[in-house]
Protein backbone atom coordinates (compact mmCIF):
# COMPACT_ATOMS: atom_id res chain seq x y z
CA UNK A 1 0.00 0.00 0.00
CA UNK A 2 1.00 3.68 -1.15
CA UNK A 3 1.03 6.06 1.86
CA UNK A 4 -0.94 8.94 0.90
CA UNK A 5 0.45 12.62 0.94
CA UNK A 6 -1.35 15.78 2.06
CA UNK A 7 -5.09 16.40 4.23
CA UNK A 8 -8.07 15.20 3.13
CA UNK A 9 -11.37 16.96 2.92
CA UNK A 10 -12.33 16.41 6.40
CA UNK A 11 -8.99 17.77 8.27
CA UNK A 12 -8.88 20.76 5.94
CA UNK A 13 -12.89 21.45 6.99
CA UNK A 14 -12.32 20.88 10.86
CA UNK A 15 -9.13 23.08 10.49
CA UNK A 16 -11.02 25.59 8.79
CA UNK A 17 -13.75 25.76 11.60
CA UNK A 18 -11.05 25.65 14.43
CA UNK A 19 -9.42 28.94 12.12
CA UNK A 20 -12.83 31.20 12.18
CA UNK A 21 -14.04 30.33 15.73
CA UNK A 22 -10.29 32.16 16.80
CA UNK A 23 -10.72 34.61 14.52
CA UNK A 24 -14.49 35.19 15.61
CA UNK A 25 -13.01 35.21 19.38
CA UNK A 26 -10.23 38.03 18.40
CA UNK A 27 -12.60 40.10 16.19
CA UNK A 28 -14.79 40.39 19.41
CA UNK A 29 -12.07 41.11 21.78
CA UNK A 30 -10.96 43.82 19.32
CA UNK A 31 -14.20 45.46 18.99
CA UNK A 32 -14.53 45.46 22.76
CA UNK A 33 -10.81 47.18 23.60
CA UNK A 34 -11.85 49.69 20.82
CA UNK A 35 -15.10 50.45 22.66
CA UNK A 36 -13.19 50.61 25.92
CA UNK A 37 -10.57 52.99 24.46
CA UNK A 38 -13.27 55.43 22.76
CA UNK A 39 -14.68 55.10 26.47
CA UNK A 40 -11.28 56.17 28.18
CA UNK A 41 -10.61 58.97 26.03
CA UNK A 42 -14.03 60.56 26.62
CA UNK A 43 -13.63 60.44 30.55
CA UNK A 44 -10.34 61.74 30.37
CA UNK A 45 -11.54 64.74 28.15
CA UNK A 46 -14.42 65.14 30.48
CA UNK A 47 -12.28 65.29 33.18
CA UNK A 48 -10.02 67.69 32.03
CA UNK A 49 -12.78 69.88 31.44
CA UNK A 50 -14.25 69.58 34.57
CA UNK A 51 -10.95 70.46 36.52
CA UNK A 52 -10.64 73.39 33.96
CA UNK A 53 -13.77 74.65 34.95
CA UNK A 54 -12.87 74.08 38.69
CA UNK A 55 -9.69 76.16 38.03
CA UNK A 56 -11.21 78.48 36.45
CA UNK A 57 -13.69 78.80 39.79
CA UNK A 58 -10.49 78.86 42.29
CA UNK A 59 -8.77 82.30 40.00
CA UNK A 60 -13.15 84.15 39.57
CA UNK A 61 -15.09 83.00 42.17
CA UNK A 62 -18.66 82.31 40.85
CA UNK A 63 -21.39 83.97 42.49
CA UNK A 64 -24.35 81.21 43.82
CA UNK A 65 -26.02 79.94 41.47
CA UNK A 66 -26.72 77.32 38.15
CA UNK A 67 -24.19 77.32 34.94
CA UNK A 68 -25.10 75.50 31.84
CA UNK A 69 -22.83 75.18 29.01
CA UNK A 70 -21.18 73.10 25.63
CA UNK A 71 -17.65 72.70 24.44
CA UNK A 72 -16.43 71.09 21.57
CA UNK A 73 -16.82 67.78 20.98
CA UNK A 74 -19.88 67.18 21.96
CA UNK A 75 -19.05 67.76 26.01
CA UNK A 76 -21.97 69.19 28.14
CA UNK A 77 -21.52 71.00 31.67
CA UNK A 78 -23.04 72.20 34.55
CA UNK A 79 -21.82 74.14 37.27
CA UNK A 80 -23.38 75.13 40.46
CA UNK A 81 -21.88 77.08 42.94
CA UNK A 82 -23.40 77.06 46.32
CA UNK A 83 -22.93 79.16 49.58
CA UNK A 84 -21.55 77.30 52.85
CA UNK A 85 -21.89 77.39 56.57
CA UNK A 86 -18.36 79.22 56.25
CA UNK A 87 -19.02 82.59 54.86
CA UNK A 88 -15.07 82.22 53.10
CA UNK A 89 -16.05 79.52 51.00
CA UNK A 90 -18.33 78.42 48.23
CA UNK A 91 -18.92 74.94 46.93
CA UNK A 92 -18.39 74.75 43.39
CA UNK A 93 -20.17 71.29 41.78
CA UNK A 94 -18.71 70.61 37.62
CA UNK A 95 -20.70 67.26 35.66
CA UNK A 96 -19.88 67.02 32.43
CA UNK A 97 -21.72 64.39 30.11
CA UNK A 98 -21.63 63.40 26.76
CA UNK A 99 -24.05 61.62 24.40
CA UNK A 100 -23.95 58.47 25.48
CA UNK A 101 -25.47 59.50 28.41
CA UNK A 102 -22.20 59.22 30.63
CA UNK A 103 -21.02 61.69 32.76
CA UNK A 104 -17.76 62.87 35.57
CA UNK A 105 -18.87 64.65 38.35
CA UNK A 106 -16.22 67.16 40.72
CA UNK A 107 -16.86 69.08 43.64
CA UNK A 108 -14.51 71.23 45.66
CA UNK A 109 -14.91 73.72 48.04
CA UNK A 110 -13.65 76.97 46.86
CA UNK A 111 -11.99 80.00 48.99
CA UNK A 112 -13.83 83.70 48.80
CA UNK A 113 -11.36 86.53 48.39
CA UNK A 114 -11.38 88.98 50.83
CA UNK A 115 -12.43 92.32 49.22
Known sequence: MRRR???TLLEVVVALAVLAV??????RLL??????????????????????LLAEAEVRT???G????ERPGALHYTRDTSATAH??????????SWEAGQA?????MVRVPSR
Open 87 to 96: PGLREVRVRV
Open 31 to 52: ATSVRGIATDVRLTEATLLARS
Open 62 to 64: PEA
Open 5 to 7: RGL
Open 22 to 27: GVTALQ
Open 66 to 69: HVEG
Open 104 to 108: CELVE
